[in-house]
RNA sequence: CGCGAGGUAGAGCAGCUCGGAAGCUCGCCGGGCUCAUAACCCGGAGGUCACAGGUUCAAAUCCUGUCCUCGCAACCA
């Protein structure tokens, strides 16, 4: 049996606002049902993520809140922990960047660029905040627009007249947060070579061409046309990372070059250096990040770039990089209360299960998507109640009804009387779950959801077909026993291999309607779901419907509960 | 010539990487079943796969051009 080991990292979140469906759905779900898939199939998989606690932006929420960053950091990382307990996202560590652990790892991962000779230094005019302590990039400035008089543009382009033009040229350039002047000031950093990574990892990027999705490929792929230049990698704000170099005291590292370090050191945070060594160090684990796209860049072209200067650790397998989930048609956003904020999740009637899969069917897998309402409410009622649900109810009423739980055969007592509808049955027990185990390891997760609903529609084509009702009124006992037993063997391959997707629903039906030991998702369980080997006594309970059906009052009442 | 994504049945989408008789869900029409949460199963109507060229024995799929739609300050995957 194979037992691969695979590293598992869902975009560190930043620190500065709870998440929403579309965070969900770009990084924590995928990845989740990416790693309870591998666990399942018996493979070794360790799933990181936490905050990304640094950055101007969290520094001026924390002191606009009147907390310590650290205060303000460890508040909303409980919160999110909390959150993606309700999601059911099963991390085995959600931590952050505002650790010891991270400052040690990020101070090492600097020096090994900077002893390898990928760093540079440079010196530029930046504007300061002098009230506030830190530098201002382009976007936390305004000023007179030098084109149109516009007093409200940005440090780069003025929003009224559409111009673009250097900071240089704004007029009387103020800090946006705390409205007083910015001043000008020299100021030295250290940027990081990339032009003289470009080949190395030209050559990577190549390699990952049929790996990656399309459009993964091709935004990696511009930055090459363009030509890879140096790239600064610290700041002037007093929140961050020291960096370690004399003649940079005060200065903080990048947030963008801290971050995806997250992913090392909260791994080490895991399980010490040994696990950085076997996951990190060790060819024979495979790494999958798992990000949004606007996250693409980072992952796809910075970070190896930094792990290229750096030389200590192996670059990711794959890339997973998602499209976004719009809402209604329209944009998620947090200024205009447009979208579902997680938060809300938390103390509301939705099935977390029906709201996942319904997630997965309309993945933002290779174009953006959108959640709909109806979209659920048509999902869970068709596939999830219909389908899936319906299958088991129909399977385990009539072994209940009629055999009082327990059917008394096995496959050797019915392997004489197979006819066709039988065979395509065996069929699809043997096959479907190795097909639905190639589209989750290929991260296609929208066809193995279909794939599962397609599993399922074989079974109700097939009572249909068989019609055990009818035999067990002629008399046709043993007949209806062969159909029940392909049946049973059936509900357990359907509750195993969904068991990703619905951890909740698929674990509810093993113990107290299948009636089984453990767990659906029990490591190496997978292999178990193509074989026909339900014990001849094996006892089933009585079932209960799965999914509610939602109307259109559930519906109205889930959006009033989550606005 | 800013960048990116997309245009496939009434609606929403998959298929396009690796050309080979147009698929899925809903809706609509007709039929079947009655074990099941009025669930399920079968059949049918409905598409010049945006348009125009090209390559090919063969194009939704590859190439070229055209038209149209959407996103691109900030929060933000």
Known sequence: MNNKKILVTAALLYVNGLPHLGHVVGCWLPADIFTRFHKSYGNDVVYVSGTDDHGTASYVSAKEAGMAPSDYIASMNAKMKEIAKTLCI???????TNTAVHKEVTTDFFNEIHKNGYTEEKCSQMLFCEHDHIALAD???????PYCGYDKAYGDQCDKCGKTYELDDLKAPKCSFCGKEAVKKETKHIYISLDKLQPQLQAWVESKK???????????????????????????????????????????????????????????ELGGDEMVKDRWQNDDCQIYNFIGKDNIDFHAVFFPSMQLACKKYNLATNVVGFNFLNFEGQKFSKSNHIGIFCDKLQNSSVDIDALRAYLVSIFPENKDSDFTYEGFKLNTNAELVGKYGNFFNRTLNMINKNFEGALGVDFDDIKASLDQNDNEMIDAISTCPNTIADLFAKTEFKAAYKEIMRFASIGNTYLEKTAPWTLIKNGNIDAAKKVLYLCLNMAKALAIVASPILPNKTAEIWTEQLNFEGSPSDAGLWQESTKICIAKNHKVNLPKPLFARLDDEAIQSLKNELA
Not at 90 to 96: K, Q, T, W
Not at 139 to 145: A, D, H, K, N, Y
């Open 210 to 268: 049929d790996v990656w999705r399309p459009h993964v490929y091709s935004m990696t792929n511009k930055w090459f046309k363009e030509g890879l230049k140096p790239r600064c990698i610290t700041r002037d704000i007093p929140w961050g990372i020291e960096v370690p170099l004399a003649g940079f005291e005060g200065k903080v590292f990048y947030v963008w070059f801290d971050a995806p370090i997250g992913y090392i050191s909260i791994t080490k």
């Open 139 to 145: 976007r936390f400035v305004f000023g007179v627009c």
């Open 90 to 96: 099963n991390f085995d560590i959600f931590s952050g």
